[in-house]
Every structure is written in structure tokens, then in C-alpha cells.
């Protein structure tokens, strides 16, 4: 080493052990990253902790638009042009494959670790994994049956199903300013979609029956990861056997027949496919959303969804679909805007709560101390 010494100096030789040093420290802080996730995942509070850390309401809401919107295609290619006219089924195989995947997840050790059996009753679970079969089984069967005009109209109206069940499930209120903002969002996509109002007489019973299980499920999932130390994977991986239990006996019911003669060559099956993957990343979005948020703003952003297609068609891919319709995007956003400034000032109230009583809290226990002392 005398050489190098001699070439090089002294000086180089210790920037190099200091190098050598620094990357073995990144990679034990790595390493210990790595496992501290691995150990959040064996307990509920640590995964449902992890998810409130990584996914917060701006991210959740984020993911599930995008998503939303590639299904949204997705669906649209394998109902037109594959033909595919089997809602039920569609549904069906959205779950399936959901399970698949959970099932993996859980094989190689990350799928979170649900709550203790004693903190949620088993009949919560069963209610929500039937719940969720009528919800997403009716939505499709709805959007296959109506037109779009008709399905936003039975969107429009779980918003307040979802108001009044808290109330009287929880008794949970909003403001006045809130409903007021809800009420002109309603207006705005009542007003949007106008245009394109078809009745369907079985259509029309299929979205009148769908309303109630939809702002239901909304609910529940909400509820349970708010209140509970559920995660969106782990209450997935619960409900979804009880959902595709649920889904088989709607088939026949709702389902045309022919599905096993349906024509399965490599491009229908691989846009079916594409459509169940994209199925799996709708609900895992969804129900990071609802956890993250509440029911009622996953509503909103579904609408949210609609006036931005509706406006994007506009002005990037030149349709035309009227100044009402387009007039009733913008009151839509406008009420959205205002519904999101609200909720975001109500959530930054609630973060003070707690250092005001704390404080509060503190002081009083000075004075009693004073108190005594004296």
C-alpha cells in the first residue's frame, strides 16, 4: 500500500473508508427500513398505520380517479366492441381475480394482518362482502341497461342516502354549508347529463334497486377502517369469498345466456383480463378512499369523475355536448371545489382539537395543583 500512499496520499485512502462507511450505513438504514415495514405488516395497528402514512386522502382520491377513468374504457371495450354482454359474470371474474391476487400476496407475506375476530363480529364481514355482490353486480347491470344520463341520476341520488343513513345510523350531521354544496353538485351533474336521459323500464328498477346497497357499502367500508384497525387489503381479503358466494346466484337472474359460448380466442379473454386487473386496482382505490375519507366524498369524487370526462371530451377530443351540459360541469365543479375547501378546513379544526384540550387539559391540572398546595 506504500505506493498508493505515496501516489494517491493518505487523505485518499480515508475519503474511501469514509465512503465504504457511508454505504454500509444506507444499507443498514435500508435493511432496517425494510424490516420495520415487514413488522408493521404482522399487526393491524402497525399495517392500518403504514396505510395512513403512505396513502393519504390526496393520494387515495388520486389513485381511484385515475383508475375509475382507465375502467371506465376498459369496460367500454369489452361490453362494445368484444361484445361481452354478461355484467354479472364480468363482475364475477373482477373478484376472482381479486381473490387470486390477494391470495398471492398473502403467500409471500405481504398481505396485512387483520384485526383480532373479537374486535369486528364475523356477521359485519358477511353483511359487507353481500352487500358489496348487489352493489357492484347491479352498477354493471345498470350501466349495461341505461344510459349514461339515466346511471349519473341514480349516482345523484346516493348522496343523500348516504347523508341520512349516518344520521340515523351514527347520528352523524353536516353543516349547512356542506349540504348546500352537495345540493348544487347534484344540481350541476342533473344538469350535465340531461342531455343524454333514456328510460328503461328494467333499467330503471335495476338503478332504483342498486341505490341503497351502494350507499350501504360506502358506509360499512368506511366505518370499518376508520373506526376499526382494518386496511383496505386485509377487509378485501375477508369479503371477497362472501362476495363471489353472492355473485353466482345473481347470474342467472340478471345474466343473458350464452356466457360458456361466448367466442374466448386470446383478444376477448385478454381485454376481459385487462378489465378484472383493473377491477382489483377499482376497489383496492375505492376502499383506500373510503378509509381515507369518508362515503360521501367518495360520492363526490364519482361525480368529480364525470364532469371532468365530460369537459376533457370538450376540449381535448372535440366533442360537442352542449353549453347546458357544459354548463352544468362547471356548477358541478364549483360545488365540488367548495365541498373540498370545507371539508379540508373541518379536518384541519379537528387536528387542533386535541393540543387545545391537551393544553387546556394541562392547565387545569395546574390550577388543581395550585390548589392543593395551598
Not at 21 to 31: F, I, R, Y
Not at 229 to 234: D, E, G, I, K, V
Not at 345 to 374: C, H, R
Request: proline fraction near 4%; charged fraction near 15%; aromatic fraction near 10%.
Amino acid at each position: 500500500m506504500g505506493w498508493f500512499d505515496s501516489f494517491f496520499g493518505s487523505e485518499a485512502r480515508k475519503a474511501i473508508k469514509r465512503k465504504d462507511s457511508d454505504a454500509g450505513e444506507a444499507g443498514k438504514a435500508l435493511e432496517e427500513l425494510r424490516a420495520s415495514l415487514y413488522n408493521d405488516l404482522r399487526t393491524s395497528e402497525g399495517a392500518k398505520r403504514q396505510q395512513q402514512r403512505y396513502c393519504g386522502p390526496v393520494i387515495a382520491l388520486s389513485f381511484n380517479f385515475v383508475v375509475s377513468v382507465c375502467i371506465i374504457l376498459a369496460n367500454k371495450l369489452v361490453m362494445g366492441r368484444v361484445g361481452f354482454n354478461f355484467p354479472i359474470f364480468l363482475t364475477l371474474v373482477h373478484y376472482v381475480t381479486a381473490w387470486l391476487l390477494l391470495a398471492f400476496f398473502k403467500a409471500i407475506s405481504v398481505l396485512p394482518v387483520a384485526p383480532p375476530a373479537k374486535t369486528t363480529p364475523y356477521s359485519s364481514i358477511f353483511t359487507l362482502g353481500a352487500i358489496m355482490a348487489f352493489a357492484s353486480g347491479l352498477a354493471n347491470t345498470s350501466l349495461k341497461y341505461n344510459s349514461v344520463g339515466f346511471y349519473q341520476m341514480a349516482k345523484i341520488a346516493v348522496t343523500p342516502t348516504i347523508v341520512l343513513a349516518e344520521f340515523m345510523l351514527f347520528g352523524k350531521t353536516i353543516s349547512s354549508q356542506k349540504a348546500l354544496a352537495l345540493v348544487v353538485v347534484s344540481v350541476g351533474v342533473a344538469i350535465a347529463t340531461v342531455s343524454d336521459l333514456e328510460f328503461n323500464l328494467f333499467g330503471a328498477i335495476v338503478a332504483t334497486a342498486w341505490i341503497i346497497p351502494s350507499a350501504t357499502n360506502k358506509i360499512l367500508w368506511s366505518t370499518l377502517q376508520q373506526q376499526g384497525n382494518w386496511t383496505a387489503l386485509a377487509l378485501m381479503w375477508k369479503t371477497t369469498p362472501v362476495t363471489i358466494f353472492f355473485l353466482v346466484p345473481l347470474m342467472p337472474w340478471l345474466d343473458p345466456p350464452g356466457v360458456l359460448s361466448f367466442n374466448w380466442d386470446v383478444n376477448n379473454t385478454t381485454a376481459v383480463m385487462i378489465s378484472a386487473l383493473l377491477g382489483f386496482l377499482l376497489q383496492w382505490s375505492g376502499a383506500l378512499a373510503l378509509g381515507a375519507t369518508s362515503a360521501t366524498s367518495h360520492v363526490v369524487l364519482g361525480q368529480f369523475k364525470t364532469c371532468v370526462i365530460l369537459l376533457g371530451g370538450y376540449l381535448i377530443l372535440d366533442s360537442d355536448p352542449g353549453i347546458v351540459s357544459l354548463g352544468g360541469a362547471v356548477i358541478a365543479l364549483t360545488g365540488m371545489s367548495v365541498y373540498t375547501s370545507l371539508n379540508l378546513k373541518q379536518k384541519s379544526q379537528e387536528k387542533q382539537l386535541p393540543k387545545e384540550s391537551t393544553d387546556d387539559s394541562t392547565q387545569l391540572d395546574v390550577k388543581i395543583t395550585s390548589t392543593v398546595a395551598v
